[in-house]
């Protein structure tokens, strides 16, 4: 019986630790939605942007506000970013800001083997 409860926490572990992993919504009003097919390198490349921010003449710039990883007994680890994109018009005005939060998986052998990536959705 002790061995099926530990092991169940264990599957359990990385919903709790991970945020955004089992409900992506954090604080109050805050909330992500998963974008489906995006990496940390698409993201940084602008390709997740929506399309009033971006396109021809636009162009944008993408900071890493926030990194964290989490390691596991048996090797595994994830590493979870927090990107900031500004989007810019052509006379390097500010048209908008967008958040996005990524989390990448390693095996014991630290190769990729996994990836799921959210952006940042503002309360009305």
Known sequence: MKVQVLALLLLALPAILIPGIASAQDAPGQ???PLPGHSLYSIMNGEALPET???EGYTHTADVVSTDALSWPDGRSA???LVMIVAFTGSFEP????YYRCIDWMDAD????GFECW???EPK
């Open 79 to 81: 590493f979870t970013t």
């Open 119 to 121: 952006n940042l959705i």
């Open 53 to 55: 921010l971006s396109g």
């Open 95 to 98: 048209i908008g800001t967008e």
């Open 110 to 113: 630290f190769r990729a083997n």
């Open 31 to 33: 909330q992500w939605a």
